[in-house]
């Protein structure tokens, strides 16, 4: 592979020879094959410049069209080259990584355009592959057995025969099983109660497969916000397991919408503790000899934990509009945690007694103490109450503990942007009111440079924005249907050609039936995001042009430039869901609503209306069926501040 795209002076500074090749590609290599100059582009590549010679933090805001990812593309492989590791591209979620490798999507572009041999490599969340344990579950277990087994037939011979594996051989990605919808496959994906360490297949696992893969990329490793933080959060754990870092050591790092990370960061300090699973891995202490103390201590343990999964099931309450139940905390149930939470450490503390006295097997032995170890740190967040966020899911399997910090900023500073290190946040939505303070503020970020180009393209001649007027004195089911109704029309008026924007899953599933039983739209492909794997949906939404897709996670990223995509139905104005994430920040704000609804609603907005026009060709409309736009004035003059300049309502 050739080392630089330019011919590099070592007596010259290597950061102002990349401005100057960017700068040639930009006014000169590209053009040539037809991509426009873009005044936008240029400004953007100029800032960059001055982020990677200081290795420093920078809020690169560019509107739509500008060709934002070419010019971090073109920056971070030219710098993994010279430092010798490659750079991290975190994405949002998995469906972004996916529209950033296209067979038609920038890096190919560039690949070809400009004769490169670009080493891109993936690294994808372990959720978006299948795990063999779960597997032979559901293989057996599962109302859908024979849909598993022809999945387990179908896996590599190397998975089912023992021998050496001569070759890095892909397989068990979310994406080669786009028929499945999400419940399906979460029969049968990695989820974090599974225990990687003790398990038979990990060699032959198509995780730890991808993993060996990625790792030996030389300038691109594509990850998603929630894998970045997972690796930051683990690094030193899995070190002291003596496991490498989930992503090996880089130049740079991208974070594409980064405006979105703080929520992937604790995310990825969350904590789920299930009894079953709890209790299984204790256990293990047991299969040798222990000394009598000890093992009366597991079994008060298994006993306390039983006691606090009940209390807790009895004491939590579902939220409406989200899957999380509230936890309401009694004196009784605080008590039984303080307790579950001793015990723990008591068995920490007769561990070190123990492993020199009997003969515990040294690497189980390790495996429960980093267990406890976790169960430990996170029950001791209860230690401060205002300190953490937390929250029961209940499912087919039982209930879940999910345990959360508040506040993650400290940890961000310390091991992301204390790095001496370029970090680049890019995305259209990363100001409000022309300050970056909200994002900075939330990452614990002090010191940045920052920059901000509009979109070049004519909203005012391309863009026709709708605010359907409801009657909110109606009942909730009857609002409902009025919605419902409306966006049919609407759906109609254009021939489908739609993305239908909702804010939860419980909107989305409401508006599907009423859709599927509509006979007017019976002619259309309808798409709903959980019925495959998105980036089939998306292909496919893209490839019919009179198709209609409806989702919930799609207001970022999305690129469909072209008349599959003329009209953007947003169902109601993007307000933070009442979970106990956003119900802790609004307990801790001022004025929760101008604090803490408010600019996350505008940004979000911004975004999915982000999503119509993307191309200087583009034409088409965004309808808003939030009433508040109507009801609110506050709302309504914040919207009017955010939406394109010559766009009105």
């Given at each position: 592979?050739?080392?630089?795209?330019?011919?590099?002076?070592?007596?010259?500074?290597?950061?102002?020879?990349?401005?100057?090749?960017?700068?040639?590609?930009?006014?000169?290599?590209?053009?040539?094959?037809?991509?426009?100059?873009?005044?936008?582009?240029?400004?953007?590549?100029?800032?960059?410049?001055?982020?990677?010679?200081?290795?420093?933090?920078?809020?690169?805001?560019?509107?739509?069209?500008?060709?934002?990812?070419?010019?971090?593309?073109?920056?971070?492989?030219?710098?993994?080259?010279?430092?010798?590791?490659?750079?991290?591209?975190?994405?949002?979620?998995?469906?972004?990584?996916?529209?950033?490798?296209?067979?038609?999507?920038?890096?190919?572009?560039?690949?070809?355009?400009?004769?490169?041999?670009?080493?891109?490599?993936?690294?994808?969340?372990?959720?978006?592959?299948?795990?063999?344990?779960?597997?032979?579950?559901?293989?057996?277990?599962?109302?859908?057995?024979?849909?598993?087994?022809?999945?387990?037939?179908?896996?590599?011979?190397?998975?089912?025969?023992?021998?050496?594996?001569?070759?890095?051989?892909?397989?068990?990605?979310?994406?080669?099983?786009?028929?499945?919808?999400?419940?399906?496959?979460?029969?049968?994906?990695?989820?974090?109660?599974?225990?990687?360490?003790?398990?038979?297949?990990?060699?032959?696992?198509?995780?730890?497969?991808?993993?060996?893969?990625?790792?030996?990329?030389?300038?691109?490793?594509?990850?998603?916000?929630?894998?970045?933080?997972?690796?930051?959060?683990?690094?030193?754990?899995?070190?002291?397991?003596?496991?490498?870092?989930?992503?090996?050591?880089?130049?740079?790092?991208?974070?594409?919408?980064?405006?979105?990370?703080?929520?992937?960061?604790?995310?990825?300090?969350?904590?789920?503790?299930?009894?079953?699973?709890?209790?299984?891995?204790?256990?293990?202490?047991?299969?040798?000899?222990?000394?009598?103390?000890?093992?009366?201590?597991?079994?008060?343990?298994?006993?306390?934990?039983?006691?606090?999964?009940?209390?807790?099931?009895?004491?939590?309450?579902?939220?409406?509009?989200?899957?999380?139940?509230?936890?309401?905390?009694?004196?009784?149930?605080?008590?039984?945690?303080?307790?579950?939470k001793s015990t723990i450490g008591q068995i920490e503390e007769e561990l070190v007694f123990?492993?020199?006295?009997?003969?515990?097997?040294?690497?189980?032995?390790?495996?429960?103490?980093?267990?406890?170890?976790?169960?430990?740190?996170?029950?001791?967040?209860?230690?401060?109450?205002?300190?953490?966020?937390?929250?029961?899911?209940?499912?087919?399997?039982?209930?879940?503990?999910?345990?959360?910090?508040?506040?993650?900023?400290?940890?961000?500073?310390?091991?992301?942007?204390?790095?001496?290190?370029?970090?680049?946040?890019?995305?259209?939505?990363?100001?409000?009111?022309?300050?970056?303070?909200?994002?900075?503020?939330?990452?614990?970020i002090k010191s940045y440079l920052s920059m901000s180009v509009p979109s070049p393209y004519?909203?005012?001649?391309?863009?026709?924005?709708?605010?359907?007027?409801?009657?909110?004195?109606?009942?909730?089911?009857?609002?409902?249907?009025?919605?419902?109704?409306?966006?049919?029309?609407?759906?109609?008026?254009?021939?489908?050609?739609?993305?239908?924007?909702?804010?939860?899953?419980?909107?989305?599933?409401?508006?599907?039936?009423?859709?599927?039983?509509?006979?007017?739209?019976?002619?259309?492909?309808?798409?709903?995001?959980?019925?495959?794997?998105?980036?089939?949906?998306?292909?496919?939404?893209?490839?019919?042009?009179?198709?209609?897709?409806?989702?919930?996670?799609?207001?970022?990223?999305?690129?469909?430039?072209?008349?599959?995509?003329?009209?953007?139905?947003?169902?109601?104005?993007?307000?933070?869901?009442?979970?106990?994430?956003?119900?802790?920040?609004?307990?801790?704000?001022?004025?929760?609503?101008?604090?803490?609804?408010?600019?996350?609603?505008?940004?979000?907005?911004?975004?999915?209306?982000?999503?119509?026009?993307?191309?200087?060709?583009?034409?088409?409309?965004?309808?808003?069926?939030?009433?508040?736009?109507?009801?609110?004035?506050?709302?309504?003059?914040?919207?009017?501040?955010?939406?394109?300049?010559?766009?009105?309502?």
């Amino acid at each position: 592979m050739k080392q630089y795209p330019f011919a590099y002076k070592p007596s010259e500074s290597f950061v102002q020879q990349v401005s100057d090749f960017v700068a040639d590609v930009f006014y000169e290599v590209l053009p040539e094959v037809g991509f426009e100059i873009r005044d936008e582009q240029i400004y953007m590549a100029f800032q960059l410049e001055r982020a990677f010679a200081e290795k420093k933090t920078i809020f690169a805001e560019a509107g739509v069209g500008t060709g934002k990812t070419l010019v971090y593309l073109l920056y971070t492989i030219c710098y993994a080259r010279h430092i010798g590791k490659p750079a991290i591209i975190a994405c949002a979620d998995e469906s972004l990584i996916e529209q950033l490798v296209k067979p038609e999507g920038d890096i190919a572009k560039l690949a070809k355009h400009l004769n490169m041999n670009i080493d891109v490599r993936l690294g994808k969340s372990p959720d978006q592959y299948v795990c063999l344990n779960k597997l032979d579950i559901a293989r057996t277990k599962s109302e859908e057995a024979e849909l598993y087994q022809d999945i387990y037939d179908d896996l590599p011979e190397f998975v089912h025969v023992s021998g050496a594996l001569q070759s890095f051989y892909h397989y068990g990605d979310r994406k080669d099983y786009k028929e499945l919808n999400d419940d399906q496959w979460n029969q049968m994906n990695w989820d974090v109660f599974q225990d990687c360490l003790v398990c038979d297949a990990r060699h032959r696992c198509g995780q730890t497969l991808s993993r060996d893969h990625y790792r030996k990329a030389a300038d691109i490793i594509i990850c998603s916000h929630d894998f970045y933080m997972e690796h930051v959060w683990t690094y030193e754990g899995r070190k002291r397991e003596g496991q490498l870092p989930l992503l090996p050591d880089h130049s740079s790092v991208v974070f594409d919408e980064g405006h979105l990370l703080e929520a992937a960061a604790q995310k990825a300090l969350t904590y789920k503790l299930k009894h079953n699973v709890f209790e299984e891995i204790i256990t293990r202490l047991l299969q040798g000899e222990v000394r009598e103390e000890l093992a009366w201590t597991i079994e008060e343990a298994i006993s306390l934990g039983e006691h606090m999964f009940e209390l807790l099931g009895r004491n939590s309450v579902a939220v409406r509009g989200s899957d999380r139940k509230e936890i309401i905390y009694t004196d009784e149930l605080v008590n039984v945690i303080n307790k579950f939470k001793s015990t723990i450490g008591q068995i920490e503390e007769e561990l070190v007694f123990e492993s020199g006295i009997f003969t515990l097997d040294e690497y189980q032995l390790r495996i429960v103490e980093e267990h406890l170890e976790m169960i430990g740190l996170a029950l001791s967040l209860y230690n401060g109450k205002d300190q953490l966020i937390s929250w029961l899911i209940e499912d087919a399997n039982g209930l879940t503990l999910v345990i959360m910090p508040k506040m993650v900023k400290e940890v961000l500073e310390e091991h992301v942007f204390s790095q001496k290190m370029p970090v680049v946040f890019s995305s259209a939505t990363l100001s409000l009111d022309g300050s970056f303070e909200y994002v900075a503020d939330n990452l614990g970020i002090k010191s940045y440079l920052s920059m901000s180009v509009p979109s070049p393209y004519d909203y005012e001649e391309q863009m026709k924005l709708i605010a359907p007027k409801l009657d909110t004195n109606s009942t909730e089911t009857q609002l409902f249907v009025q919605k419902a109704s409306t966006a049919i029309q609407l759906l109609k008026e254009s021939d489908g050609k739609a993305l239908v924007l909702f804010n939860s899953k419980e909107e989305l599933k409401q508006f599907k039936q009423i859709l599927l039983k509509d006979e007017s739209c019976s002619k259309y492909h309808l798409l709903f995001e959980g019925d495959q794997e998105i980036s089939h949906l998306i292909a496919a939404f893209q490839e019919d042009e009179n198709s209609i897709l409806c989702a919930v996670t799609l207001w970022e990223g999305l690129d469909i430039p072209g008349p599959s995509l003329s009209n953007v139905i947003i169902w109601s104005l993007p307000f933070p869901p009442n979970d106990p994430v956003f119900a802790a920040k609004r307990k801790a704000a001022d004025d929760s609503f101008k604090e803490v609804d408010m600019p996350y609603m505008l940004l979000r907005l911004r975004q999915g209306i982000g999503r119509l026009i993307r191309s200087r060709e583009d034409r088409g409309s965004v309808s808003i069926l939030g009433q508040e736009l109507h009801d609110n004035e506050f709302v309504r003059e914040k919207i009017k501040e955010i939406i394109p300049k010559g766009v009105s309502f």
